[in-house]
């Protein structure tokens, strides 16, 4: 008997990853969790699979007073944390290249104390002038930093072969609101080329969100049902379980529309909708981004309520465990009005989505960590099963599956055994885990690659990020303006204030998975 499997793979097609060029990594909050838990483990990754030379070192600023061998110590540590799977002896050898300058971010001698210690290290390990300069500090200090970079010379905009070699990394949230990041980019444009700025949004780093143009534009099946004629409605949903950890002070001014909807929300949503860019370019690609976040319809102040709410939690139950409400969470004050949770509905106005609505969801301490796409398919114009009670048959569902369990799945209805008209809704299921065997790479280990190699296409562009601003412009008025977020207790699936912005609709959310 053949054995019948879902997915197997017949063919691959790989491309040789490309290494990183010689480089200088230049990170300043490097005594932060950001680096710490992150980049320290991803470079050590690169570093392992053979995609970072020896000619390579990173030098570490912050304000906490480490040597480097105390700094060495700490990034051990964080990549200890982070991997099962470490060999000591290249750990020890990777680490070796770590070096860190101490001192306040807006001091002028602190930059000729790292123009000096640029010099010496690219000297000790062949580097050509190749720095990148990655902020993974408060974004407050983001124009402190840039300014001091470009009156230090080193961020050469205006030399053109130097400009190849110079890279500014910077952090989301870029900006607050459209004005500040308008402001913050005429900052960053004073000192570094566009072609120098790499702005991250870590999603666009997950290799399932990558898969997003893959599955779209490597196949041929999929585009001619991808628009309104076929689609009904389209779900994302972002759910975390966890709550603000130790980022009050972050969070308490961001909330969920500047941490989560602004940018990996809106990222997501651009690459399931846009049109196919000419090539796989970076350019090619950000512009159709752009260009689709141009046409979605504009919230208005008069509507708002019926096409984006907010919430935020209370005390409640969180796998398992008790949780305190944001209010009582530690630096948050008694009375926030932050929202927690946010909920919308938008529109497309162009040719292929005109009138099919993309529901939005994104929240802290819900009931369960999922994040996906979800692809709901009109249903079949005619039943011709009406005669036998089959009248109302359901849609197929495709759920681009992002996180945690990283997959594709595909429902539809087939003939089951038994008497002559019966069927089910099956499931088919492509789990990564199983088909690749391998665990998928951390999103920041994609990004520090590109960046490493010059490849922008996994990076926001200016427009991109102020157009998403623009859009969230009147949003952010409303809110700021009185009202404020409903409660919902920690730990919970749905709530009446989401459901009613949905169920209007005559459609539900879909149900939270690994529930
Ligand atoms: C970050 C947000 O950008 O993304 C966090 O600041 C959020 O609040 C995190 O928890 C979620 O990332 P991931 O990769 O765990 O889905």
Request: aromatic fraction near 12%; include cysteine; charged fraction near 25%.
């Amino acid at each position: 008997m053949h054995e019948i499997r879902p997915f197997v793979i017949q063919q691959d097609i790989v491309c040789a990853e490309v290494p990183a060029n010689p480089n200088g990594l230049v990170v300043f909050g490097a005594s932060g969790d950001l680096s710490r838990r992150k980049l320290f483990g991803s470079m050590y990754q690169l570093s392992k699979h053979n995609l970072l030379g020896k000619r390579f070192y990173l030098l570490g600023f912050g304000r906490k007073e480490f040597t480097d061998e105390q700094f060495r110590e700490f990034a051990w540590e964080g990549i200890q944390e982070g991997s099962s799977d470490i060999s000591a002896v290249d750990l020890e050898s990777f680490i070796s290249r770590f070096y860190y300058i101490s001192g306040d971010y807006d001091d002028v001698s602190f930059y000729e104390k790292v123009k000096k210690r640029l010099g010496e290290l690219d000297k000790k390990y062949d580097v050509d002038g190749t720095h990148i300069f990655y902020l993974a500090v408060p974004p407050f200090l983001y124009s402190t930093i840039v300014k001091h970079l470009g009156s230090a010379g080193l961020s050469c905009p205006a030399d053109a072969e130097l400009k190849q070699k110079v890279r500014l990394v910077i952090e989301k949230p870029f900006g607050r609101d459209l004005a500040s990041a308008v402001e913050l980019n005429e900052v960053v444009h004073r000192c570094f080329d566009e072609s120098q700025i790499y702005r991250i949004d870590h999603y666009l780093g997950k290799e399932t969100v990558q898969n997003i143009l893959m599955f779209r534009f490597a196949n041929a099946i999929f585009e001619p049902v991808w628009n309104r004629d076929y689609i009904d409605n389209v779900q994302i949903t972002i759910s975390e379980t966890l709550g603000i950890e130790h980022r009050s002070g972050y969070y308490d001014k961001a909330g969920a529309l500047r941490d989560i909807f602004q940018n990996h929300m809106l990222q997501m949503l651009a690459l399931v909708a846009m049109e196919s860019p000419t090539s796989f370019e970076a350019d090619h690609i950000r512009d159709e981004k752009v260009k689709l976040l141009r046409s979605i319809r504009p919230f208005k102040p008069e509507n708002l309520k019926d096409v984006i709410v907010r919430g935020q939690y209370s005390a409640g139950t969180v796998d398992g465990q008790k949780v305190v409400g944001y209010c009582e969470e530690s630096g948050v004050e008694g009375d926030s009005m932050t929202e927690t949770f946010i909920a919308a509905k938008l529109f497309m106005d162009n040719l292929r989505w005109k009138d099919v609505p993309f529901y939005l969801r994104t929240g802290k301490r819900l009931a369960a960590k999922d994040t996906e796409i979800a692809i709901t398919f009109k249903k079949v114009p005619h039943s011709m099963f009406v005669s036998v009670g089959l009248e109302d048959m359901p849609a197929n569902v495709l759920v681009l599956q992002i996180q945690p369990e990283e997959g594709i799945s595909l429902s539809f209805q087939a003939k089951r055994p038994g008497s002559k008209v019966c069927m089910s809704t099956l499931n088919m299921n492509f789990s990564y885990g199983e088909i690749f065997g391998t665990e998928v790479p951390e999103a920041y280990q994609r990004l520090l690659l590109d960046c490493m190699v010059g490849d922008q296409t996994l990076f926001t562009r200016q427009d991109d990020v102020e157009m998403a601003w623009q859009l969230l412009k009147p949003v952010m008025e409303a809110w700021e303006s009185g009202g404020k977020p409903f409660e919902y207790a920690a730990g919970s699936e749905s709530f009446a204030e989401a459901d009613a912005l949905i169920e209007s609709d005559g459609r539900k959310w879909r149900k939270l998975s690994g529930i």
